[in-house]
């Protein structure tokens, strides 16, 4: 598979940008012509990685996320979010539906519940006090095969 386009942004984590993080991941998949509920699904994935990395991953001491998107002459798209914060000390602990480390700020835990719904693949990556790396794989055009 060859690569067709690539991005590469990053950006305060700052609520606000939550939305900018939505918009700028919809206008790169835009040449795959998705249908309307491939680009929300994408777009909430990654609003929910990115509220992640700002709720839980710098918590309330600020960083910056990154994010890279790359899409494939297979329509697959990937979309890797990163922070420098925290990092998770259970990987499998935290993916668990209802987990949160936020339950004071009357967070679902369902974070990457909602990501793996929406997408075809999601990967975490960890380590304390170093950040982590979200990883989401999506095959556009998939959909009309089922």
């Known amino acids: 598979m060859n690569i067709v ?9 700052k609520s606000c940008n939550e939305s900018l993080a939505r918009s700028i991941v919809a206008a790169f998949v835009m040449n795959l012509d998705p249908t309307v509920n ?5 777009k909430t994935a990654v609003s929910e990685a990115v509220t992640n990395c700002i709720v839980h ?13 790359r899409i494939t002459d297979n329509n697959k798209l990937t979309i890797r979010i990163r922070d420098k914060g925290c990092g998770i000390d259970d990987v499998e602990k935290a993916m668990e539906p209802l987990f949160t480390t936020a339950p004071e700020e009357e967070r679902a835990g369902l974070g990457f519940a909602v990501m793996q719904s929406f997408c075809d693949k999601v990967r975490v990556k960890s380590e304390p006090g170093k ?16």
């Open 131 to 146: 950040g982590t790396t979200v990883t989401l794989e999506k095959t556009f055009g998939a959909e009309n095969d089922r």
């Open 38 to 42: 491939e680009l929300s699904d994408i």
């Open 57 to 69: 991953g710098y918590r309330k001491s600020g960083g910056t996320i990154y994010i890279k998107g």
């Open 5 to 13: 386009n690539e991005m590469s942004v990053s950006f305060p984590s």
